[in-house]
């Protein structure tokens, strides 16, 4: 079973920065995109970076030049610099990860609980 679990958000002023991971338990044979979700109060889940396996990042067009996603297969974690933090970047940040648990056929689409990030003066 492939579990994701999420660290390093808080509370930050604006301006600040917090770099968040995102690190999978289990066995794994192989990873394929990975990614940062987040959700505000009252809004939908929307996707933030993602990361494919040969290292391509695409990102939200809010946050790109202020965030960056990175990841490291070895030790099954993703991450999220954030920098240049504002408000309305508060949000539960949610990673996910496409991964081939070893022993199995195909892709499994895994989800942490997520993680607060709060941004405020």
């Known amino acids: 079973q492939v579990q994701l679990v999420e660290s390093g958000g808080g509370s930050v002023q604006p301006g600040g920065s917090l770099r968040l991971s995102c690190t999978a338990s289990?066995?794994?044979?192989?990873?394929?995109?990975m990614r940062w979700y987040r959700q505000a109060p009252e809004k939908q889940r929307a996707m933030v970076a993602t990361?494919?396996?040969?290292?391509?990042?695409v990102y939200s067009d809010s946050v790109k030049g202020r965030f960056t996603i990175s990841k490291d297969n070895a030790k099954g974690a993703v991450y999220l610099q954030m920098d240049n933090l504002r408000p309305d970047d508060t949000a539960l940040y949610v990673c996910?990860?496409?991964?081939?648990?070893?022993?199995?056929?195909?892709?499994?689409?895994?989800w942490g609980q997520g993680i607060e990030v709060t941004v405020a003066a």
């Open positions: 996910n990860m496409d991964a081939l648990p070893s022993g199995e056929r195909f892709l499994g689409h895994f």
């Open positions: 289990g066995s794994i044979f192989r990873f394929g995109d």
């Open positions: 990361i494919s396996p040969n290292g391509a990042t």
